[in-house]
């Protein structure tokens, strides 16, 4: 049994938005990479839920990280 956990790091990203690289981690749903002011509402949201991450699932603790997945 594999436990898979997803979460993209509110900080790192913050970090790759300053410097304006690689920051492009997030998509919609059509698989296009947010916009850079799609991206800080992203960050927005999370902050103001209280998470230190932008969760990539629905099965979340109450910081927003990633419960795990069985494969």
């Known amino acids: ?14 970090r790759q938005l300053e410097k ?14 947010l916009t850079m002011y ?9 902050e103001e839920l209280g998470y230190t991450v932008i969760p990539m699932c629905d099965n979340i603790d109450e910081r927003g990280h990633c419960k795990g997945h069985e494969s």
């Open 20 to 33: 304006n690289e690689g920051w492009q981690v997030l998509m919609n749903d059509d698989g296009i990479p």
């Open 1 to 14: 049994m594999t436990r898979h956990h997803l979460v993209v790091s509110i900080a790192g990203l913050k």
């Open 38 to 46: 799609e991206t800080f509402e992203e960050i927005k949201s999370a």
